[in-house]
C-alpha cells in the first residue's frame, strides 16, 4: 500500500493506493495516528483502496478513538461501494464518518 500525505483546508489527507491489510495495517497506524496530535482534522481518502481487512478495520477504529480523545475529527472520502458493504456489514458505517 501507497501512503500519500497532503494538507488542504486545515486538514491532513492520506491518500490510500491498494490494499488496507494484515501486511500494511502497522505501516498506516504508524503514520495516522501521530497526526492527531493537537487535535487536528484528518481525512483518509480511499478512492484508490481496493481492500479492507480485519487488521485494516482495527487501524481505523483506533484512529477514531485517537481523534476523539485529542479533540480532532476523523473522516473517510471517496469509499467505494465494495468498502462500503463491509463497514456497514461490521457497523462501522455506525462509528465513523464516511463521506
Known amino acids: 500500500m501507497e501512503i500519500v500525505k ?7 489527507v492520506f491518500t490510500l493506493t491498494g490494499r488496507l491489510d494484515t501486511t500494511t ?3 498506516l497506524q504508524e503514520t ?4 492527531f496530535e493537537g487535535g487536528a482534522h484528518v481525512e ?3 478512492a484508490a483502496l481496493a481492500y479492507v481487512s480485519s487488521a485494516g478495520l482495527r487501524v ?5 478513538k485517537a481523534a476523539k480523545s ?8 471517496n469509499v467505494s461501494d465494495e468498502i ?11 462509528i465513523l464518518k464516511i463521506a
Open 6 to 12: 497532503s494538507q488542504s483546508n486545515n486538514k491532513t
Open 25 to 27: 495495517a502497522p505501516q
Open 32 to 35: 495516522l495516528l501521530p497526526a
Open 44 to 46: 483518509l481518502d480511499f
Open 60 to 64: 481505523l477504529l483506533l484512529g477514531e
Open 70 to 77: 485529542k479533540g480532532g475529527v476523523f473522516s473517510l472520502v
Open 84 to 94: 462500503k458493504e463491509v463497514f456497514e456489514m461490521t457497523g462501522f458505517t455506525d
